[in-house]
């Protein structure tokens, strides 16, 4: 598996936390652990720019993926081949707020952001109710086991 980590944003993060999860999410999804994703950290101004430009909504967010080869998730009798996943971009500072406000630390908000664009970039979605209860149950299961603890509240809508 190859998870590049590109911090753009200033703030300091705990970029081996990221990777490891990660690796987690594939491995749990059964994609190719050949998979490439980038994870990217951008900072309020460069992170509007983003939103305004692919989302056509004004302000910056917390997190934004862009899929590349709309692999989907595997089996265990049937692996995801190997492929370019995406593009997870997070903004530490808007995290930092959310966090504030959910009474959890910035380190378990950029977990959370990170579960949930990987999600997304496996084609997962939650525009309807029924794809919000199973996208934002399988982000619950997948961080709980990671952190071997109860996710945190999600701040995502």
Known sequence: MSTEI???????????????????????????????VSIIMADVENMEKLHIEWMDETGPTDVLSFPMDELRPGSPDLPTPAGLLGDVVLCPEVAGEQA????????EELLLLTTHGMLHLLGYDHAEPEEKAEMFGLQRELLSSFLGKEAPVETTQ
């Open 6 to 36: 590109n911090n753009e944003s200033g703030v300091q993060v705990r970029e081996e936390e990221l990777v490891k999860l990660v690796r987690h999410i594939l491995t749990a999804m059964h994609v190719h652990p050949e998979t490439e």
């Open 100 to 107: 504030l406000a959910a009474g959890h630390s910035l380190e």
